[in-house]
């Protein structure tokens, strides 16, 4: 009875980790902001789009130190699979220096669902998605995060699947709703950090850790570990080793 209780535990467990994705799985860019913007999935380099830029200690090792004139950018066109109305996952750690209206990560153009950023509102005590255009495109997504605080590290994170908007604060599934994206794929596509690529006078001060693109859905259970480890003081590869969701679990 023991041997057939272990070998169905054996294969309950076989079938789970086939189904598992592991968490560096399309993983599209990577910035941890360590003292340079290299993006250290090798896809995706970005620059200096304004100003001088400087780091100082963030929530996992250091981070990027923004005030309102600059921002990073990438050199290139970021990569064609987050267009359109494709499955994604943006997450980012800030700490906003003063509050304000200022979108903090952001791609795409000033159409209506064709854009996708992050965006702060005034006074800064919230942040939602920001797609453009007025109604659902535009605030409805501006009160679903609960209260955070100017001058602490949080963590945000968008979830698209192609039909729905999932919004996370500090690792927790805090609301969502339908929206039909549209993002553009040419021309304004680059990433920025630290700035809006289309709303004017948005630009954010404060710092900003361990952005993170995917071309995928990521669950609950995987963001939770992202945020659990940044807690700690550690990055997105460390969860490859640690047996939380979305670790390698073998061979791969
Ligand atoms: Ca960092
Ligand atoms: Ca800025
Ligand atoms: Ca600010």
């Not at 004139?69 to 990569?79: D, F, H, K």
Request: proline share 2%; aromatic share 12%; hydrophobic share 40%.
């Amino acid at each position: 009875m023991k041997y057939v209780t272990t070998m169905m535990a054996m294969v309950v467990f076989m079938v789970g980790a086939a189904h598992a994705q592991v968490i560096t799985n399309n993983l599209v860019g990577y910035w941890q902001f360590d003292g340079d913007l290299t993006d250290t999935t090798g896809n995706n380099h970005m620059g200096v789009g304004g100003g001088t830029l400087d780091y100082v200690a963030g929530q996992i090792g250091n981070a990027l130190n923004l005030d309102s004139a600059e921002y990073a950018i990438t050199a290139a066109n970021i990569i064609n699979t987050v267009y359109g109305a494709n499955a994604r996952t943006m997450n980012v750690w800030f700490n906003d220096d003063v509050g304000g209206t200022e979108a903090f990560v952001s791609y795409g153009r000033g159409g209506q669902a064709d854009l996708f950023e992050m965006i702060l509102y005034s006074p800064g005590t919230t942040w939602g998605g920001h797609f453009w255009g007025g109604g659902v495109y535009e605030t409805a997504l501006s009160g679903v995060v609960p209260a955070i605080v100017v001058g602490q590290w949080h963590m945000a994170t968008l979830v698209y699947d192609g039909v729905n908007i999932s919004v996370y604060s500090d690792g927790a599934l805090v609301g969502g709703y339908g929206l039909a994206l549209n993002t553009c794929g040419l021309g304004g596509t680059q990433l920025y950090a630290g700035s809006s690529s289309s709303t004017a006078n948005a630009d954010y001060d404060g710092q900003l850790d361990d952005l993170a693109l995917w071309d995928r859905v990521l669950t609950g259970p995987e963001i939770q570990s992202i945020y659990d480890a940044g807690v700690a003081g550690n990055d997105i590869y460390s969860l490859l080793s640690s047996g939380a969701p979305g670790t390698l679990i073998y061979g791969k």
